[in-house]
């Protein structure tokens, strides 16, 4: 198994472009979550998924969006990007919710000038 | 709201000694408590967790404590190595969609 894989690693964006940070996990997991980690900041959650079809906000929602159109993609799309946006991004993923081991892909660390 | 505090947020020991790093809570109805060890340009990964119903779990070198009533969780690291030295996350969850983490402390660990 690969885990979960994001990509790409890194990413330099201008004010006011888009793009989209992959992740695909191959663990058959239902629950996936988008988080960013700032310094000193520990880890914030953008969007979490309980299923195909099924995707809801966490704490900083604003500026982004996802689709989950099926189990194994999770995609997160930033659009009209801010410098605010500068961040290191990670996917993870669970069999069945929080109480357990969180799964997280290698990151994607994007910059926004 | 919910929150997890975590100290100290830099931490430096000499190979051999042990380490201390301390979490405290707020939601009572918290009752998992994981830790994940960070290094450099990776993702997270967990290297122990805790359960509300148990005080204390052991798995090697690495131990992690639990006091519900004061709201306080600790991992202890003892006969520490290089290897060690990265940043670690504590964090707490009630269940459903959500991990509160700590701000994370940053391991040194000089040979």
């Known amino acids: 198994n690969a885990g979960v894989t994001q990509t790409p690693k890194f990413r330099i964006l201008k004010i006011g472009q888009s793009m989209t940070l992959q992740c695909a996990q191959d663990?058959?997991?239902?629950?996936m979550y988008w988080y960013r980690q700032d310094p000193g900041m520990g880890l914030k959650l953008i969007y979490y998924s309980v299923g195909a079809g099924i995707t809801d906000k966490g704490e900083v929602p604003n500026g982004y969006n996802v689709s989950r159109s099926t189990t194994e993609d999770f995609p997160l799309r930033l659009e009209l990007a801010a410098p605010s946006q500068t961040s290191v991004y990670f996917c993870?993923?669970?069999?069945?919710?929080?109480?357990?081991?969180?799964?997280f892909g290698s990151g994607t660390q994007l910059s926004v000038l | 709201g919910e929150n997890v505090e975590q100290h100290p947020s830099t931490l430096s020991v000499q190979e051999g000694d042990s380490a201390v790093i301390k979490c405290t809570y707020s939601d009572s109805a918290s009752n998992y408590f994981p830790w994940y060890k960070q290094e450099l340009g990776k993702g997270p990964q967990l290297i122990i967790d805790?359960?509300?119903?148990?005080g204390e779990k052991k798995d090697q070198r690495i131990a992690v404590t639990l006091n519900k009533t004061a709201k306080h969780f600790s991992l202890h690291i003892t006969e520490t190595q290089p290897e060690d030295s990265a940043v670690y996350f504590c964090a707490a969850s009630k269940g459903g969609f959500k991990t509160i983490f700590g701000a994370g402390t940053r391991l040194f660990v000089k040979a």
């Open positions: 805790i359960r509300s119903n148990v």
């Open positions: 993870a993923s669970t069999k069945s919710g929080a109480r357990e081991k969180l799964f």
């Open positions: 663990m058959n997991h239902n629950y």
